[in-house]
């Protein structure tokens, strides 16, 4: 069974960093292309960054991430991680891991604030 779990979120101040991280189990995390979303409150989600699958390396930013956010894969954990730099408040939003667009985990929330 498929089964992805973020983790990491919380509050930081602008500026600040965080590092999430998803742990996949049902399948090796280099299998399916791996993707982080994100979801603000009364917007649609959006894209982050994704990894390649199929044990490939090519990765995906959206323009907004501007350079702030590396996404790496680690196949012995069985995890994909999002370290997150130089956040601003518009980074705030609920993020969400996805695997082969088919499955999601249940997100965690990224609040920037001073």
């Known amino acids: 069974q498929v089964q992805l779990v973020e983790s990491g979120g919380g509050l930081v101040q602008p500026g600040g960093s965080l590092r999430l991280s998803c742990a996949a189990s049902?399948?090796?995390?280099?299998?399916?292309?791996i993707g982080w979303f994100r979801q603000a409150p009364g917007k649609e989600r959006t894209g982050v960054s994704c990894?390649?699958?199929?044990?490939?390396?090519?990765?995906f930013y959206a323009d907004f991430v501007e350079g702030r956010f590396t996404i790496s894969r680690d196949n012995t954990k069985n995890t994909v991680a999002l370290q997150m730099n130089s956040l601003k408040p518009e980074d705030t939003a609920v993020y969400y891991c996805?695997?082969?667009?088919?499955?999601w985990g249940r997100g965690t929330q990224v609040t920037v604030s001073s």
């Open positions: 049902g399948f090796p995390v280099d299998y399916y292309a």
């Open positions: 990894i390649s699958g199929r044990g490939g390396s090519t990765i």
């Open positions: 996805n695997a082969a667009s088919l499955y």
